[in-house]
């Protein structure tokens, strides 16, 4: 069943969606009045039954309303380090896909890519369509945020207000089945970029409550080692 998703529903009763979204379903999808849609909103699935349809705007009533079963149970932020080239893009993508709620790219030191924060503005609604791509393709019941650029002081104040602050690191730390989750609703992890974590970045996050944790021997590139964290961190809190 095709998804579409809205930011709030007021009234199931009579839910409308325009723009881009509306002429999709009459002109590409060619649907008509009576067939169903599902509209996400807030991690909730509406199911849907199209009442009057234009090139401008479709209306729909829903008839049932769900928590969306792809949703996990924990917000998991992913703070990632700026990689080269077009690795953010394979990592939102995939993120997103894992179940992650929000990502927010960060420049610190060892970032070889170092665009600024007008530059790359400019590339946060490409950024942000392939997120809302990703949740379409797998089900999710919202989509995403990408987040604006953030300087690795902005990200370190945010990530101490989670529940649990998490900093995978080459240089060791503890082991992930060890990390304390219980209870944990809001986690935030970083990943670093290929050149990884400057040690007084890595300290600083250290002193700030954040736990640094190991991913093994092996060193993993910049655009794998978020999606083994958050797989990982899935399988943890049962969610995969």
């Known amino acids: 069943m095709p998804r579409f998703f809205l930011e709030s529903i007021r009234n199931p009763d009579c839910i ?10 009459g002109r590409s999808l060619r649907m008509r009045i009576g067939e169903e849609l599902t509209v996400c909103a807030g991690g909730t699935d509406y199911h849907c039954h199209i009442t009057s349809i234009t090139p401008e ?3 729909l009533c829903a008839y049932r309303s769900e928590l969306c079963a792809a949703e996990p149970t924990v917000n998991v932020t992913l703070y990632q380090a700026v990689p080269k080239a077009d690795k953010l893009s394979q990592i939102i993508q995939k993120s997103v896909e894992l179940g992650a709620v929000r990502i927010v ?14 530059d ?9 369509k392939i997120a809302e791509s ?20 902005e990200a ?15 240089e060791g730390g503890m082991k992930f089945g060890e990390v304390p989750l219980e209870g944990c609703r809001d ?6 970029s290929e050149g990884g974590l400057d ?21 993993l590139r910049c655009e794998t080692a978020p999606l083994t964290a958050i797989s990982v961190l899935m399988h943890l809190t049962g969610n995969l």
Request: with cysteine.
């Open 105 to 118: 790219p960060v420049l610190t030191r060892r970032c070889v890519a170092r665009p600024d924060k007008k």
């Open 16 to 25: 409308r969606i325009t723009g881009e979204d509306a002429v999709h379903i």
């Open 187 to 192: 986690i935030s992890i970083f990943i670093g």
């Open 156 to 170: 370190l104040d945010e990530m101490t207000r989670a529940d649990q602050a998490l900093l995978f690191y080459e």
């Open 57 to 59: 705007e479709v209306r």
């Open 199 to 219: 040690p007084e970045e890595a300290q600083a996050a250290k002193e700030a409550g954040i736990l640094p944790v190991w991913l093994g021997n092996r060193i």
């Open 134 to 153: 990703a949740a379409k393709q797998s089900g999710r019941g919202l989509i995403p945020q990408v987040a604006p650029l953030y300087t690795w002081k």
């Open 120 to 128: 790359f503005d400019k590339k946060l609604p490409r950024l942000q």
